[in-house]
């Protein structure tokens, strides 16, 4: 069992930057792929970056690509999403989420636990 809490969302302007964190408990923290989607009213939950357990694998999706960082640190149980350059597009609800696999996945249904979500807000 695997309990997830999202922090560090918020309002910022267009161009700036928020670092989110997603604390993890649980003793399978460490061997899990984590993943962070965002989702808006109406729209399915889109895939934006993912971490394999080890940190050896990384991956974002385009929109994100080269403006979003993903890190982890296993000794916190805590994953990062370091947002730079936001656009009002990066507009969401976050979510962090946890899964078994030892690869990459971008799916929703690759993930078993989910956190609440954190609110970001980007005004143009």
């Known amino acids: 069992q695997v309990q997830l809490v999202e922090s560090g969302g918020g309002l910022v302007q267009a161009g700036g930057s928020l670092r989110l964190s997603c604390a993890a408990s649980?003793?399978?923290?460490?061997?899990?792929?984590m993943g962070w989607f965002r989702q808006i009213p109406g729209k399915e939950r889109e895939f934006v970056a993912a971490?394999?357990?080890?940190?050896?694998?990384?991956y974002f999706s385009n929109s994100v690509k080269g403006r979003f960082t993903i890190s982890r640190d296993n000794a916190k149980n805590t994953v990062y999403l370091q947002m730079n350059s936001l656009k009002s597009e990066d507009t969401a609800v976050y979510y962090c989420?946890?899964?078994?696999?030892?690869?990459?996945?971008?799916?929703?249904?690759?993930?078993?636990?989910w956190g609440q979500g954190t609110q970001v807000t980007v005004s143009s």
């Open positions: 989420g946890a899964g078994p696999m030892t690869t990459i996945v971008t799916r929703t249904g690759g993930y078993t636990y």
């Open positions: 649980g003793r399978t923290f460490g061997s899990s792929t």
């Open positions: 971490i394999t357990w080890n940190g050896g694998g990384i």
